[in-house]
């Protein structure tokens, strides 16, 4: 099929289209110029997040109360709240060993592979795991002395008073603000990095070279066009 046949039948987005979603993403501050746990701006309603990853420590530090809105990612309907997996695992249909391969999965919901997955600084979907990584960063002089992974987590929030290294309190509203992003999230998103590069490379020619988003969404949308023939998609 056409690439413009694919726009006109609302399967693929228009250069309008794109040029409204770099338009927001450039009002919000939006810049995928290297990986960031959060990007943020000082506004009346706290600070701005477009995406967020790390640890509990890494975000607050970038906030200056404490305080932030997720706005999910630009889209020229506004913004959508993703999850994005770092990598998909299921059981082909061919396994000669789909029953070693159910145990896999269902050991990645196990308390143990999601500390594993803390570690990696990423939060854990688990919910008794995130209560208790919760309450470990408000106390954390409570931690265990045999929980090295936690205290270790917890040495981020170290700050230096005087001549002593205390941890740094974590705001209640930073908790909620958190729980209020999760709970806002409506779409799982997978990435063609062949078009995440694409879009990365001329989202950077606005902070770069001062291109305005309608000549960015020109050549964008030319970018696409090319890809999506030479690949028949």
Same mark, same amino acid.
């Given at each position: 099929?056409?690439?413009?046949?694919?726009?006109?039948?609302?399967?693929?987005?228009?250069?309008?289209?794109?040029?409204?979603?770099?338009?927001?993403?450039?009002?919000?501050?939006?810049?995928?110029?290297?990986?960031?746990?959060?990007?943020?701006?000082?506004?009346?309603?706290?600070?701005?997040?477009?995406?967020?990853?790390?640890?509990?420590?890494?975000?607050?530090?970038?906030?200056?109360?404490?305080?932030?809105?997720?706005?999910?990612?630009?889209?020229?309907?506004?913004?959508?709240?993703?999850?994005?997996?770092?990598?998909?695992?299921?059981?082909?249909?061919?396994?000669?060993?789909?029953?070693?391969?159910?145990?896999?999965?269902? #050991?990645?919901?196990?308390?143990?592979?999601?500390?594993? $997955?803390?570690?990696?600084?990423?939060?854990?979907?688990?919910?008794?795991?995130?209560?208790? #990584? &919760?309450?470990?960063?408000?106390?954390?002089?409570?931690?265990?002395?045999?929980?090295?992974?936690?205290?270790?987590?917890?040495?981020?929030?170290?700050?230096?008073?005087?001549?002593?290294? $205390?941890?740094?309190?974590?705001?209640?509203?930073?908790?909620?603000?958190?729980?209020?992003?999760?709970?806002?999230? +409506? &779409?799982?998103?997978?990435?063609?990095?062949?078009?995440?590069?694409?879009?990365?490379?001329?989202? +950077?020619? #606005?902070?770069?070279?001062? &291109?305005?988003?309608?000549?960015?969404?020109?050549?964008?949308?030319?970018?696409?066009?090319?890809?999506?023939?030479? +690949?028949?998609?």
């Amino acid at each position: 099929m056409q690439f413009e046949q694919l726009t006109a039948d609302g399967d693929f987005v228009s250069d309008s289209q794109v040029t409204d979603a770099v338009s927001l993403a450039t009002t919000l501050g939006t810049s995928p110029l290297e990986q960031k746990d959060a990007v943020y701006f000082p506004n009346d309603s706290g600070s701005v997040s477009y995406g967020i990853y790390g640890t509990v420590p890494g975000l607050l530090k970038k906030s200056d109360n404490g305080s932030f809105k997720f706005y999910g990612f630009p889209t020229y309907g506004g913004s959508t709240y993703c999850v994005v997996p770092m990598g998909l695992t299921a059981i082909s249909s061919g396994s000669k060993h789909p029953q070693a391969a159910f145990d896999f999965l269902e #050991y990645l919901y196990t308390y143990d592979a999601q500390r594993m $997955v803390l570690s990696d600084r990423y939060f854990p979907f688990c919910d008794d795991v995130f209560e208790e #990584y &919760k309450t470990m960063m408000c106390d954390p002089d409570g931690i265990p002395s045999d929980d090295h992974m936690m205290i270790f987590l917890a040495s981020e929030l170290l700050e230096l008073r005087g001549d002593k290294a $205390v941890y740094r309190q974590i705001p209640d509203v930073f908790f909620d603000d958190l729980e209020r992003a999760a709970n806002s999230v +409506n &779409k799982v998103m997978y990435v063609d990095f062949a078009i995440f590069n694409i879009l990365t490379d001329e989202l +950077n020619s #606005y902070y770069l070279q001062g &291109k305005e988003p309608k000549e960015i969404a020109v050549s964008l949308m030319s970018r696409l066009m090319l890809y999506i023939k030479e +690949n028949d998609l």
